[in-house]
């Protein structure tokens, strides 16, 4: 059974970075590879809303409030997922997610999703 598990939330400052991981198990090598993978948040009291999206192919896709600070990558060797956050804002608290669907065509940030990991807390205090 395909399961997603995410790691490397925790605390930071205003302005520190913090990388996360999401290892997929479950998917052949081959199968991860066509994988569109993504990263969601949820803030205490809020929606959950899409951060970064990466294709098949490897294009990326990202919502407005992190572009020029969140890197999202993959390696499909590892079945793993990345998300490279830099400049980080209190606002950027939440708890983190990573998701996943077969798709051929390009991943939108916000597109909808069919598996889901159990989340990572991401903590920035002023």
């Known amino acids: 059974q395909a399961q997603l598990v995410e790691s490397g939330g925790g605390s930071v400052q205003d302005g520190g970075s913090m990388r996360l991981s999401c290892a997929a198990s479950?998917?052949?090598?081959?199968?991860?590879?066509?994988?569109?993978m993504g990263w969601f948040r949820q803030a205490p009291g809020k929606e959950r809303e899409g951060v970064a999206a990466?294709?098949?192919?490897?294009?990326?896709s990202y919502a407005d409030p992190v572009k020029g600070r969140f890197t999202v990558s993959r390696d499909n060797a590892k079945n793993t997922l990345y998300l490279q956050m830099n400049s980080l804002k209190p606002e950027d608290t939440a708890m983190y997610y990573c998701a996943a669907r077969y798709s051929n065509s390009f991943c939108r940030y916000y597109d909808a999703m069919s598996a889901w990991g159990k989340g990572t807390l991401v903590t920035i205090s002023s």
């Open positions: 479950g998917y052949t090598g081959y199968t991860y590879s066509k994988l569109c």
């Open positions: 990466i294709s098949s192919d490897g294009s990326t």
